[in-house]
């Protein structure tokens, strides 16, 4: 037995036209990703999807959380603790369009991530933002955005900022002008830059010490070196389990981002507040004036 169903009830991805998109089943409406398609997710792995999806939302809190714990160090030695908290929300908020198409239209099939709808665009703009936001609000404080770069480094880190500003706000006329193969490959390249950069300020800006800058490692390449080689397997081969690894990989990144802003050392713990209670660093640490006196021993050593 077949049913009709359909795609697109409002015609184009903006509702300016064009008929609703119907099929009939069993060609499910993944199929539009081509001869890779499989069938629905079920069961316990429909369940794991699902709630790797959802995981974005709970994450969010978190990481708000660590900045709201050590904001009054964050405000003495990163650029924007404010950015910090816009880049979190935009990478949760980027989840939406995509959930709603996964419910709506796709039903939860791995294959949506290479469909081409319109709600993917506002997942590019969203977590493309998002990410950039991320990177430049962990730069260094007092050192200004836009400036008269000094050495090679400091230029490097210049065109960086600047490139991620740049992509970050054309992604849509990327999109409309380009296609979505090209706005993809803006994507990663952000994705990208965010992760390699993002390494060195957590160490550089929270830190520095061996477990921020490894911590940072994994958390920024997560979802680099996870999640766009696991995309691009997934969506060949069809297997539905790991559309939640996916997912899961976002959220180890911004939970361990959330995890570097909680252990941030206080460089100079005499200049500004003792923390107390849930202020504290935590126990691994041995609080920030610990933290300090440690970091003054390894750099005589």
Known sequence: MTRTITINPYGTWDGRGGPPCRMTEPVYSCSLCGENTTPDPTGLVRYWVIGAHMMPFVVVVFCLWTVFERLEILKKRIYSPFLLTIGFVYCAIASMPEVSSHI???NWNLCYDSAATGSILLFYIFISTGFSAITIALRKKGHPLFRKPSGFADTLY???DMLLIVLSLTISLVYFTLGKGTTIVVFIVVQSFSAIVGIFR???NLGPSRKMFWLGAFSELSAVIIA???NAYMVK?????LHGLLGLAFVINQF????CILDVIDTDPSAGIELTGEKQALKSGGGSRAKYETLVQDEVL
């Open 104 to 106: 709506h239209v796709m």
């Open 158 to 160: 210049f065109l960086v």
């Open 202 to 204: 957590i160490n550089n």
């Open 228 to 230: 766009i080689p696991l």
């Open 237 to 241: 081969t069809g297997i539905q389990w």
């Open 256 to 259: 361990g981002i959330g995890f």
